[in-house]
Nanobody, 124 residues
């Protein structure tokens, strides 16, 4: 099992920044790739960004490319999502996810482990 705990959500004005963190514990070999997804009220969960733990290779949704940066801290078993130039449409619950396969997956089904989510609200 892998346990994922997100932190860093909150309320920010449009144009501002937030950094989300996801701390992984447990069977850490099962976190060969990790990702962030988000879900706004009344909408399906959508892919935001992912990272391959060993290589650091990343992938982003078109809607966040150039504004968000995903990174990992090997020493702390933590993945970060730096969110800049935030827009009201970025408002959602953000979820961290992990899986044992070291490739970028842009749908939620391949991910075995999920955090509890953290709320991000961007005011206009």
């Amino acid at each position: 099992q892998v346990q994922l705990v997100e932190s860093g959500g909150g309320l920010v004005q449009a144009g501002g920044s937030l950094r989300l963190s996801c701390a992984a514990s447990g069977r850490t070999f099962s976190k060969n790739s990790m990702a962030w997804f988000r879900q706004a009220p009344g909408k399906e969960r959508e892919f935001v960004a992912a990272i391959i733990w060993s290589s650091g290779s990343t992938g982003y949704a078109d809607s966040v490319k150039g504004r968000f940066i995903i990174s990992r801290d090997n020493a702390k078993n933590t993945v970060h999502l730096q969110m800049n130039s935030l827009k009201p449409e970025d408002t959602a619950v953000y979820y961290c996810a992990a899986r044992s396969v070291a490739t970028i997956a842009r749908t939620s089904a391949p991910y075995n482990y999920w955090g509890q989510g953290t709320q991000v609200t961007v005011s206009s």
